[in-house]
């Protein structure tokens, strides 16, 4: 695990032949004491060590509940602090402090194997819109362009989107996010402002290889006959 932090230090055993005349095991071991690149025992060398399967299968279950990446990391290092001040630091274990990548590697592995429906992007997305988002009464917008066929728009928005967008007009926007995929899909998302947080939440998708104006201006229209005209 130290080969990570650069570390020299190693263990290495080499099986001789064995005795002809005792009959015993011959081996010869060469030790490598001197550690680099990290402080031997410090809590920070943790990072260095792999995690068990138990944290993993927690990390998991927090994805599943819909917490962060951010928010997991956070409520596993609790634990670690509280194991920390009652039976002091030499209780710490890796299990206690993953990093940011650790969560967020065991994250994307559990959401690529149980989001994907098929390993074409395309496919999986129309796949989840008849499984799911139809299922849930989400508002579903699609668009193809007459001309050329590969062109696609596809948009949605849950129930409690299109309730904060109906309660909420007086400060809208629109964000756009290019090369979300391996086919640059682009993602338009439109936002408003919670009235209690003031922060900006998503109230609908659209997600398009299009890249003109036109799938845009649908939307948009499809939108307002289902949201309606602002008062």
């Not at 792999?50 to 927690?58: G, I, L, S």
């Not at 007009?169 to 899909?185: C, E, H, P, V």
Request: proline fraction near 3%.
């Amino acid at each position: 695990p130290t080969c990570k932090a650069g570390c020299k230090a190693k263990l290495i055993v080499h099986k001789l032949r064995d005795d002809f005349l005792t009959g015993q095991h011959r081996l010869r071991i060469t030790y490598y004491y001197r550690h680099t690149g990290h402080v031997l025992g410090d809590v920070n060398d943790f990072q260095h060590l792999r995690m068990t399967d138990d944290v993993r299968a927690r990390i998991r279950n927090l994805v599943r509940i819909g917490l962060s990446t951010r928010a997991i990391r956070a409520r596993i290092h609790v634990q670690g602090e509280r194991a920390g001040v009652l039976f002091g630091e030499a209780a710490l274990q890796r299990d206690h402090v993953p990093t940011y990548d650790d969560v967020y590697a065991v994250s994307h592995k559990y959401l690529a194997k149980t989001m994907r429906l098929d390993d074409d992007d395309l496919v999986s997305m129309h796949m989840w819109v008849d499984k799911l988002l139809v299922d849930k009464s989400f508002t579903v917008f699609k668009w193809r362009q007459q001309e050329d066929k590969t062109k696609f728009a596809l948009g949605f928005m849950s129930p409690f989107q299109k309730h904060s967008f109906r309660a909420q007009y007086d400060a809208i926007g629109l964000d756009s996010t290019y090369g979300t995929n391996r086919k640059k899909y682009e993602l338009y998302t439109i936002v408003t402002q919670d009235p209690i947080t003031m922060k900006a939440i998503p109230v609908a998708f659209l997600i398009t290889n299009d890249h003109t104006v036109t799938p845009l201006q649908a939307w948009f229209t499809h939108i307002k006959q289902v949201i309606g005209t602002p008062r």
